[in-house]
């Protein structure tokens, strides 16, 4: 049988405990500043509380409207196909209903004049808390039907 011994130096033990705490503070740093579970929202948050900020958002993309209807909604705990593929399209915006589950919003739908068909169009803001979190824009009829990003209108001038 043999046994194998260590001396140390308390300076040696000290220093490499100091070490290896470096490191873990070092490694919980970079885990918390990189996690898989970054929010994933527009670039800055979009204050829509008051009529005024909608009004102003809607005419910063060009769009001209008229008929604002209010509406208060609960974002579902769980998606459903249909809230997946509007999620889908909402995160090309950079909103991502996933962090609102559960919760109450505002949808604020608006009539749109000025889109180049004839058809009735409407755009949606989602609101939660005064921030914009979700907006589209849609044509609800069963024939020429369509759901898409509310974008800058380029057909404005």
Known sequence: MRV???????????????AVTGLIVILLTFVSNHSSKAEQTSSSPISCATKEQRDEYLSSLGWEY???SEKEITIPEKFNEVY????????KQGFDLENYRGKTA??????I???NSTDEIIADLIVCDG???GADLCNPSAENGFLKALEKNNAAT
């Open 4 to 18: 194998l011994t260590f001396k140390a130096k308390p300076k040696a033990i000290f220093g490499a405990i100091l």
């Open 66 to 68: 008229s008929a604002e």
């Open 84 to 91: 997946e593929n509007y999620n889908s399209t909402l995160k």
């Open 106 to 111: 505002t949808l604020y739908t608006y009539n």
């Open 113 to 115: 004049s000025n889109y």
């Open 131 to 133: 921030v914009l979190i």
